[in-house]
Protein backbone atom coordinates (compact mmCIF):
# COMPACT_ATOMS: atom_id res chain seq x y z
CA UNK A 1 0.00 0.00 0.00
CA UNK A 2 1.51 3.41 -1.24
CA UNK A 3 0.86 5.90 1.83
CA UNK A 4 1.77 8.74 -0.61
CA UNK A 5 0.55 9.03 -3.89
CA UNK A 6 2.20 11.30 -6.49
CA UNK A 7 1.29 12.47 -9.74
CA UNK A 8 2.38 12.22 -12.84
CA UNK A 9 4.67 9.41 -12.88
CA UNK A 10 6.01 10.95 -16.09
CA UNK A 11 6.64 14.15 -17.16
CA UNK A 12 8.20 15.75 -20.74
CA UNK A 13 7.96 18.93 -21.67
CA UNK A 14 10.09 22.10 -23.52
CA UNK A 15 12.68 24.61 -21.75
CA UNK A 16 10.52 27.48 -20.53
CA UNK A 17 7.52 25.74 -19.64
CA UNK A 18 6.05 25.35 -16.41
CA UNK A 19 4.58 22.81 -14.22
CA UNK A 20 3.24 21.53 -11.19
CA UNK A 21 3.85 17.96 -9.47
CA UNK A 22 1.36 16.59 -6.95
CA UNK A 23 1.78 14.16 -3.59
CA UNK A 24 -1.20 13.09 -2.11
CA UNK A 25 -2.44 11.06 1.15
CA UNK A 26 -5.65 10.47 2.96
CA UNK A 27 -2.68 10.33 6.12
CA UNK A 28 -1.61 13.33 8.30
CA UNK A 29 2.09 14.00 8.17
CA UNK A 30 4.25 16.15 10.82
CA UNK A 31 6.83 17.50 8.05
CA UNK A 32 7.23 16.78 4.38
CA UNK A 33 9.79 16.64 2.31
CA UNK A 34 10.58 17.29 -1.52
CA UNK A 35 14.23 15.11 -2.74
CA UNK A 36 15.32 14.93 -6.19
CA UNK A 37 17.32 11.94 -7.84
CA UNK A 38 19.64 11.94 -10.93
CA UNK A 39 20.58 8.32 -12.26
CA UNK A 40 22.83 6.48 -10.35
CA UNK A 41 22.66 8.54 -7.44
CA UNK A 42 20.88 8.68 -4.14
CA UNK A 43 18.21 11.34 -3.52
CA UNK A 44 19.06 14.28 -2.55
CA UNK A 45 16.93 16.74 0.03
CA UNK A 46 15.56 20.13 -1.89
CA UNK A 47 12.94 21.45 0.88
CA UNK A 48 11.60 20.24 4.11
CA UNK A 49 7.95 22.09 4.87
CA UNK A 50 6.35 21.75 8.48
CA UNK A 51 3.66 23.72 8.81
CA UNK A 52 0.06 23.37 7.70
CA UNK A 53 -0.43 25.98 4.08
CA UNK A 54 3.36 26.26 4.23
CA UNK A 55 5.10 27.63 1.11
CA UNK A 56 8.66 27.46 0.41
CA UNK A 57 10.60 29.14 -2.54
CA UNK A 58 14.10 27.64 -3.81
CA UNK A 59 14.63 29.53 -7.04
CA UNK A 60 12.45 28.72 -9.57
CA UNK A 61 10.91 25.98 -7.09
CA UNK A 62 7.82 26.28 -4.90
CA UNK A 63 7.09 24.03 -2.28
CA UNK A 64 2.95 24.10 -0.55
CA UNK A 65 1.85 22.06 2.31
CA UNK A 66 -1.60 21.44 2.53
CA UNK A 67 -3.34 23.20 5.20
CA UNK A 68 -4.28 19.61 6.45
CA UNK A 69 -0.89 18.09 6.14
CA UNK A 70 -2.04 15.37 3.83
CA UNK A 71 -1.16 17.04 0.55
CA UNK A 72 1.66 18.96 -1.07
CA UNK A 73 3.01 19.99 -4.25
CA UNK A 74 5.96 21.25 -6.35
CA UNK A 75 5.91 24.02 -8.85
CA UNK A 76 8.88 25.11 -11.71
CA UNK A 77 8.63 27.93 -13.57
CA UNK A 78 10.46 27.86 -16.38
CA UNK A 79 12.04 24.22 -15.97
CA UNK A 80 15.47 23.85 -17.59
CA UNK A 81 17.32 20.97 -18.49
CA UNK A 82 18.78 20.80 -15.71
CA UNK A 83 15.51 20.29 -13.95
CA UNK A 84 15.79 16.98 -15.37
CA UNK A 85 15.29 13.70 -13.11
CA UNK A 86 13.50 12.07 -10.71
CA UNK A 87 11.11 13.79 -7.71
CA UNK A 88 10.24 12.15 -4.77
CA UNK A 89 8.12 13.47 -1.80
CA UNK A 90 8.43 11.70 1.27
CA UNK A 91 6.20 12.28 4.33
CA UNK A 92 7.04 11.93 8.27
CA UNK A 93 4.85 10.00 10.41
CA UNK A 94 4.22 12.18 13.48
CA UNK A 95 7.58 12.79 15.60
CA UNK A 96 8.98 9.16 14.83
CA UNK A 97 11.17 10.11 12.10
CA UNK A 98 10.19 7.59 9.79
CA UNK A 99 9.48 8.64 6.20
CA UNK A 100 7.41 7.21 3.33
CA UNK A 101 8.29 7.98 0.12
CA UNK A 102 6.08 8.29 -3.08
CA UNK A 103 6.96 6.34 -6.70
CA UNK A 104 8.27 9.67 -7.54
CA UNK A 105 7.85 11.73 -10.93
CA UNK A 106 10.19 11.28 -13.80
CA UNK A 107 10.79 15.03 -15.21
CA UNK A 108 12.29 15.25 -18.62
CA UNK A 109 13.35 19.06 -19.82
CA UNK A 110 14.29 18.95 -23.50
CA UNK A 111 15.78 21.74 -24.47
CA UNK B 1 36.00 12.26 2.60
CA UNK B 2 33.33 12.77 5.24
CA UNK B 3 29.86 11.38 3.95
CA UNK B 4 27.95 7.73 3.91
CA UNK B 5 29.19 5.42 1.60
CA UNK B 6 28.05 1.56 0.70
CA UNK B 7 29.48 -1.46 -0.73
CA UNK B 8 29.73 -3.00 -2.61
CA UNK B 9 28.01 -0.91 -5.61
CA UNK B 10 26.99 -3.83 -7.67
CA UNK B 11 26.74 -7.40 -7.00
CA UNK B 12 25.32 -10.47 -8.34
CA UNK B 13 24.36 -13.55 -6.21
CA UNK B 14 22.48 -16.31 -6.47
CA UNK B 15 19.28 -17.24 -4.99
CA UNK B 16 19.37 -18.54 -1.51
CA UNK B 17 23.08 -17.06 -0.99
CA UNK B 18 23.68 -15.25 2.19
CA UNK B 19 24.08 -11.52 0.75
CA UNK B 20 25.68 -8.54 3.30
CA UNK B 21 25.32 -4.79 1.81
CA UNK B 22 27.44 -2.41 4.01
CA UNK B 23 27.10 1.30 5.04
CA UNK B 24 29.15 3.66 6.74
CA UNK B 25 29.03 7.18 8.27
CA UNK B 26 31.02 9.34 9.04
CA UNK B 27 29.16 12.35 10.75
CA UNK B 28 27.76 10.06 13.78
CA UNK B 29 24.05 10.63 13.03
CA UNK B 30 22.22 8.53 15.21
CA UNK B 31 19.63 7.75 12.88
CA UNK B 32 19.99 5.23 9.65
CA UNK B 33 18.15 3.78 7.61
CA UNK B 34 17.94 1.35 4.44
CA UNK B 35 15.66 1.61 1.91
CA UNK B 36 14.96 -0.46 -1.79
CA UNK B 37 14.07 1.32 -4.65
CA UNK B 38 12.12 -0.48 -7.51
CA UNK B 39 10.29 0.69 -10.49
CA UNK B 40 6.88 2.36 -9.59
CA UNK B 41 7.22 1.94 -5.73
CA UNK B 42 9.65 4.63 -5.38
CA UNK B 43 11.93 4.18 -2.02
CA UNK B 44 10.27 1.72 0.66
CA UNK B 45 11.80 1.32 4.38
CA UNK B 46 13.32 -1.83 5.07
CA UNK B 47 14.87 -1.02 8.66
CA UNK B 48 15.72 2.08 10.33
CA UNK B 49 18.01 2.32 13.95
CA UNK B 50 17.91 5.24 16.07
CA UNK B 51 21.08 4.77 17.59
CA UNK B 52 23.76 1.74 18.07
CA UNK B 53 21.90 -1.30 19.26
CA UNK B 54 18.34 -0.29 18.89
CA UNK B 55 16.75 -1.29 15.07
CA UNK B 56 12.86 -1.53 14.16
CA UNK B 57 11.64 -2.59 11.18
CA UNK B 58 10.01 -0.56 8.21
CA UNK B 59 7.64 -1.35 5.74
CA UNK B 60 9.28 -4.54 3.83
CA UNK B 61 11.38 -5.71 6.53
CA UNK B 62 10.51 -9.72 5.74
CA UNK B 63 13.78 -11.35 4.84
CA UNK B 64 16.32 -8.83 5.81
CA UNK B 65 18.44 -8.69 8.84
CA UNK B 66 20.10 -5.49 10.38
CA UNK B 67 22.56 -5.12 12.98
CA UNK B 68 23.77 -1.69 14.34
CA UNK B 69 26.68 -2.14 16.83
CA UNK B 70 28.49 0.40 16.01
CA UNK B 71 27.23 3.72 15.47
CA UNK B 72 29.04 4.17 12.15
CA UNK B 73 27.70 1.34 10.51
CA UNK B 74 24.53 -0.45 9.51
CA UNK B 75 24.98 -3.73 7.39
CA UNK B 76 21.56 -4.97 5.82
CA UNK B 77 21.98 -9.41 5.14
CA UNK B 78 19.76 -11.17 3.21
CA UNK B 79 19.75 -14.27 4.65
CA UNK B 80 18.87 -16.22 1.74
CA UNK B 81 18.79 -14.43 -1.39
CA UNK B 82 15.23 -14.08 -3.75
CA UNK B 83 14.64 -12.81 -7.13
CA UNK B 84 12.05 -10.44 -5.91
CA UNK B 85 15.16 -8.91 -3.76
CA UNK B 86 16.57 -7.99 -7.09
CA UNK B 87 16.66 -4.01 -6.68
CA UNK B 88 18.48 -1.19 -5.47
CA UNK B 89 19.17 -0.64 -2.29
CA UNK B 90 20.16 2.76 -0.28
CA UNK B 91 21.26 3.64 3.01
CA UNK B 92 21.09 7.26 4.80
CA UNK B 93 21.22 8.49 8.21
CA UNK B 94 19.63 11.42 10.08
CA UNK B 95 20.50 13.22 13.14
CA UNK B 96 17.33 14.75 14.09
CA UNK B 97 19.04 16.22 17.18
CA UNK B 98 21.34 18.37 15.10
CA UNK B 99 19.30 21.41 15.43
CA UNK B 100 16.02 22.75 13.03
CA UNK B 101 12.41 21.61 13.33
CA UNK B 102 13.22 17.78 10.97
CA UNK B 103 15.32 15.56 9.87
CA UNK B 104 17.13 15.83 6.61
CA UNK B 105 18.28 12.46 5.43
CA UNK B 106 21.96 12.01 3.75
CA UNK B 107 21.44 9.21 0.91
CA UNK B 108 24.30 6.83 0.07
CA UNK B 109 24.97 6.63 -3.76
CA UNK B 110 23.25 2.95 -3.66
CA UNK B 111 23.56 -0.61 -4.14
CA UNK B 112 22.39 -2.30 -7.22
CA UNK B 113 21.82 -5.81 -6.55
CA UNK B 114 20.20 -8.68 -8.74
CA UNK B 115 19.70 -12.33 -7.75
CA UNK B 116 20.12 -14.40 -10.52
Known amino acids: TQLLEQSPQFLSIQEGENLTVYCNSS?????LQWYRQEPGEGPVLLVT?????EVKKLKRLTFQFGDARKDSSLHITAAQPGDTGLYLC???????????FGSGTKLNVKP | DAGITQSPRYKITETGRQVTLMCHQT?????MFWYRQDLGHGLRLIYY???????DKGEVPDGYVVSRSKTENFPLTLESATRSQTSVYFC???????????????FGPGTRLTVL
Open chain 2, 92 to 106: ASSDPWAGGTTDTQY
Open chain 1, 27 to 31: SVFSS
Open chain 1, 49 to 53: VVTGG
Open chain 1, 90 to 100: AGEEYNFNKFY
Open chain 2, 27 to 31: WSHSY
Open chain 2, 49 to 55: SAAADIT
